[in-house]
């Protein structure tokens, strides 16, 4: 089955329902999330760096917040003065707010890989959040720098 994709606000911007993400959901939003900037014609660390932070906010949706519901992704071009912004959004339906980064996940964790998903987001991001909506679901977002040069229009 094909990707399904919602209506945006315009060509820049692209969203993906639960259905698209498959059983795989991590996976299968790493590959959109490649596709779609490569046909924007995204430098590769802009695709790698946003890989990464999809495949973290995902994975943190499937296990606190039941499952995420839909990504989105909308890219504001760099212009000659100022770069430019991906904004990364995974939709979820989880009452669970995100342990901000920088706490110590070593207690609950010990020296496993999980907990580090918000630090690595954090990392890569030039900001990133939760947004609360009255339906109770969340949206963790966040904002990677595209520099000037490193994205064109749709090929």
Not at 101 to 126: D, M
């Amino acid at each position: 089955m094909p990707p399904v994709i919602v209506a945006t606000q315009h060509p820049r911007a692209v969203t993906w329902s639960r259905h698209s993400l498959g059983v795989r959901p991590a996976r299968s939003a790493r590959h959109l999330v490649r596709q779609w900037l490569t046909r924007h014609a995204c430098a590769e660390h802009v695709i790698e760096a946003a890989e990464l932070v999809v495949a973290e906010l995902v994975a943190n949706a499937v296990q606190h917040g039941g499952y995420p519901t839909a990504l989105t992704l909308d890219i504001d071009h760099p212009t000659l003065h100022a770069e430019g912004v991906l904004l990364i959004c995974v939709h979820d339906p989880g009452a669970e707010e995100p342990i901000a980064p920088g706490l110590n996940t070593q207690s609950l964790c010990g020296f496993h890989e999980c907990g580090r998903g918000l630090s690595i987001v954090a990392a890569l991001s030039q900001a990133w959040g939760v947004v609360r909506h009255q339906d109770r679901h969340k949206h963790v977002w966040c904002e990677l720098p595209v520099p000037q040069g490193h994205v064109s229009a749709p090929a």
